[in-house]
């Protein structure tokens, strides 16, 4: 059974950092993409950062520049580095895992099977 458990979400002023991670276990966690995902009141769920089992990575235009996507297979733990936090980035942060293999990162969230319980990240201005 695999299990996605996220940490280190918190409150930060704006213009701070967070770093997020991603804690996976019960599967091959290196063989499939990774993505992180968030979702803010009242608005759908969208794509931030994905990332493909030979680590290459794509962001949502939003925080290209800011965050970075990374995993470490040997501690199957994925990584979100947020810098230079907008209030517009507070949301709901979720880590997901696709249940196939396939080429290259994506965020389209039809292709993840297995979500994590979420971790809070509030940006105050």
């Known amino acids: 059974q695999v299990q996605l458990v996220e940490s280190g979400g918190g409150s930060v002023q704006a213009g701070g950092s967070l770093r997020l991670s991603c804690a996976a276990s019960?599967?091959?966690?290196?063989?499939?993409?990774m993505g992180w995902f968030r979702q803010a009141p009242g608005k759908e769920r969208e794509g931030v950062a994905g990332i493909d089992s030979r680590g290459a990575t794509d962001y949502t235009d939003s925080v290209k520049g800011r965050f970075t996507v990374s995993r470490d297979n040997a501690k199957d733990t994925m990584y979100l580095q947020m810098n230079r936090l907008k209030p517009e980035d507070t949301a709901m942060y979720y880590c997901a895992m696709a249940s196939s293999w396939g080429l290259g990162p994506t965020l389209n969230i039809n292709v993840y099977t297995y979500w994590g319980q979420g971790t809070q990240v509030t940006v105050s201005s």
């Open positions: 019960g599967y091959t966690y290196s063989n499939y993409r």
